[in-house]
């Protein structure tokens, strides 16, 4: 049985029905609106127009060496990467921050057990990266106020196996931009490559330079190629560079840098292999869309979106201040805000009444001490929207407060501690899963309407059991 085209188009629409909203600047984590369909449309054209070119071998499909080109020239110049820099495009954050260290462990074939060294806030990307490559995380505690990496806790953390250190610009959980200074020079000074993750600032933080001009900052450190011992940055096409998902690039300060970043092979009888990337044969459609979306928005195009978003972070911020019960945890560098509640109410109540009222926010759980908050990415499409969005968050509020915080039972928090993750079965899982009610018909896994008992009871969990409890709920939808 197979569909007609009209058939299959309106199946595809109807299974978007239940996703969050891509666009209207409703949804503040996971999608990016400039508020430009104008711009959409194009990319979304380049995407179709380039869906089957094939991005393994730029030497066939010459488009795919112009267009990366193109890509990397225009980010270089965002990031002032100096003259002989070398960049690449990737599928994603993840994949370019896993580039950026399995460059940086290549590089050192003289270290049997290399190591990096992240602040505790850096994003899960580099623990990914240390799992899959075969490094050691070590992983320093940030400032407990400001939540910046802390220069010379990074400094004592480094040793003679250390291969990269990682900074953010800004961190995706609070939003502030780490003292990238004080650690690239310490990295420059013991011949450590340091790595600036800015997946989620790299087109925004750029047009931000004028704030203390406007009287909003005093003054942003330097955190780009601009200081010295910077040796790569990534940065993410399709979050703030308002590319359509699937794209993302790496920019390190020399193609000497990059060397050791390719992968290669000549030793089977097909054709040659060059990889850049991890992926092998790869769609060119989401470069040719983030090549679209530069050559329309341009550095005033991003300018003025950057802008837009970074007011909007601001104004929010100010207003949030005025709502009782909920503080900024910390004053924003860039766009993102991190939110909290006091014990009036719990920040997962606060989303599943924002939910309801047509806004999704992102429950960010306690971690090292910190306290359990709301992630708010505002893109430029949220802007417009704030007035709206400061009621509603008001509104879910004094709705959590009439609730009260979400209570776990104490009998079960006592059991979760008790429980060893790594002696888990189907059983024991599926039984987990049915305790805390996620279970339908049949044992089916059947997600609740309303999430904040299950943030509550993953936030009582200590990080392995929270782990192995997510996985088991994705690996069963
Ligand atoms: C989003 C993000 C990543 C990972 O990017 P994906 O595109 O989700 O793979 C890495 N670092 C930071 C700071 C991010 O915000």
């Not at 795919?64 to 965002?78: K, S």
């Not at 978003?309 to 709502?323: F, H, K, Q, S, T």
């Not at 802007?383 to 509104?395: I, N, S």
């Not at 049915?434 to 609740?448: C, K, R, V």
């Amino acid at each position: 049985m197979t569909l007609t085209a009209d058939e299959v188009r309106a199946r595809l629409l109807t299974l978007r029905e239940h996703d969050l909203p891509t666009h209207g600047g409703r949804t503040l984590a996971y999608v990016y609106d400039s508020g430009r369909p104008d711009v959409d449309a194009v990319a979304r054209e380049a995407v179709a127009a380039f869906a089957g070119t094939n991005g393994l071998d730029p030497s066939v499909f010459p488009s795919v060496a112009t267009m990366e080109r193109g890509v990397v020239d225009f980010l270089a110049g965002l990031l002032s990467a100096p003259e002989g820099y070398a960049g690449t495009v990737t599928s994603g954050g993840t994949e370019s921050c896993l580039l950026a260290v399995l460059a940086a462990r290549d590089s050192r074939p003289d270290v049997t057990r290399p190591q990096i060294v992240a602040p505790t806030t850096a994003h899960a990307a580099f623990h990914k990266a240390a799992h899959l490559f075969g490094l050691e995380l070590t992983l320093v505690d940030v400032d407990p106020v400001t939540f910046r990496a802390d220069p010379a806790a990074m400094a004592a953390a480094v040793t003679d196996r250390t291969v990269l250190v990682v900074v953010s610009a800004p961190s995706y959980a609070h939003g502030v931009v780490d003292p990238v200074g004080p650690i690239a020079a310490m990295a420059a000074e013991r011949g450590i490559r340091c790595h600036v993750d800015a997946c989620i600032g790299g087109f925004v933080l750029p047009f931000l330079a004028d704030e203390s001009a406007r009287g909003v900052a005093q003054g942003r450190p330097a955190w780009s190629f601009e200081v010295p011992g910077v040796t790569s940055i990534s940065a993410d096409l399709h979050k703030y560079g308002y590319a359509p998902k699937g794209v993302s690039a790496l920019v390190h300060r020399s193609m000497a840098l990059r060397h050791s970043q390719f992968w290669a092979t000549a030793d089977w009888p097909g054709y040659g292999v060059v990889n850049s990337t991890l992926q092998s044969t790869k769609s060119a459609g989401p470069l040719a869309a983030a090549w679209a979306t530069i050559q329309l928005l341009g550095e005033q195009g991003y300018a003025a979106l950057a802008r837009q978003a970074r007011d909007g972070a601001l104004a929010l911020a100010a207003e949030v201040g005025g709502i009782p019960g909920l503080r900024v945890l910390v004053p924003p560098d860039s766009s993102l805000l991190a939110v909290v509640t006091d014990d009036s109410c719990d920040p997962y109540t606060v989303c599943d009444e924002l939910l309801e009222r047509g806004w999704f926010a992102q429950p960010q759980l306690p971690f090292r001490g910190g306290p359990a908050s709301l992630h708010l990415t505002i893109s430029a499409a949220t802007t417009p929207q704030l007035p709206e969005f400061v009621g509603a968050l008001a509104d879910s509020v004094a709705a959590a407060q009439v609730a009260g915080p979400v209570a776990v039972d104490p009998a079960m928090v006592g059991l979760l501690a008790t429980l060893d993750p790594a002696t888990f079965d189907e059983a024991t899982l599926g039984g987990l899963l049915a305790a805390a009610g996620l279970t339908g018909a049949g044992g089916a896994l059947q997600l609740p309407r309303r999430m904040a008992p299950i943030q509550a009871l993953l936030a009582a969990c200590p990080p392995a059991l929270r782990r192995v409890l997510l996985t088991a709920v994705v690996e069963r939808l």
